[in-house]
């Protein structure tokens, strides 16, 4: 008897341990597949504002208003040391205003655009980045050019400026 009464108490506990929920086989929550390696991107704006000089028009000015937004993303091909390889992933969007600063009756230049680029950047290195964006409804084919610096920590505006396409002058 006292083996019947030990069987059914073993054989009860481990029951009762079988029962209970096991972290193990329940379903996994979908946030905690969602890994976030936030400080590897970076996303931002950078504001575009400033008085720009017209190439080949000596004396004539536009005046830019808007902003760039950016997202910076380091992607990693072979993280392994001690050479890892990696990746910058720049996606720009622009979205900026020209207009003649002295004269309110002119019209309106828009500038929208967005880019998509691969840089191979070294980890201490800078890599500098030259983007035309098209200025609509200029008939002289006119551009807005920029130079980014780009790291693999984030990404800065260096300069801006205007310029004609060879081949587009009015002369």
């Not at 504002?49 to 208003?65: A, R, W």
């Not at 990696?86 to 230049?109: C, G, K, R, T």
Request: net charge negative; glycine share 6%.
């Amino acid at each position: 008897m006292k083996k019947f009464f030990l069987t059914t108490v073993v054989f009860s506990v481990l029951l009762l341990i079988g029962c209970q929920e096991n972290p193990i086989t329940d379903p996994i929550d979908q946030q905690d597949l969602q890994k976030t390696d936030d400080h590897l991107v970076h996303r931002g704006f950078i504001e575009l504002d400033g008085i720009l000089e017209v190439p080949g028009q000596p004396n004539s000015f536009l005046e830019i208003n808007g902003q760039l937004g950016y997202v910076h993303r380091l992607v990693f091909v072979d993280p392994i040391p001690p050479a890892p390889q990696h990746y910058v992933s720049l996606s720009l969007q622009v979205n900026a205003e020209l207009m003649d600063p002295f004269s309110p009756e002119d019209p309106i230049w828009i500038i929208t655009d967005r880019t998509e680029d691969v840089i191979y950047v070294s980890e201490d290195g800078i890599y500098l980045l030259e983007k035309y964006y098209s200025i609509q409804y200029r008939e002289d084919g006119l551009l807005l050019a920029c130079r980014f610096l780009v790291t693999t920590d984030g990404v800065g505006l260096n300069e801006m400026w205007l310029v004609i396409p060879e081949g587009n002058s009015n002369r």
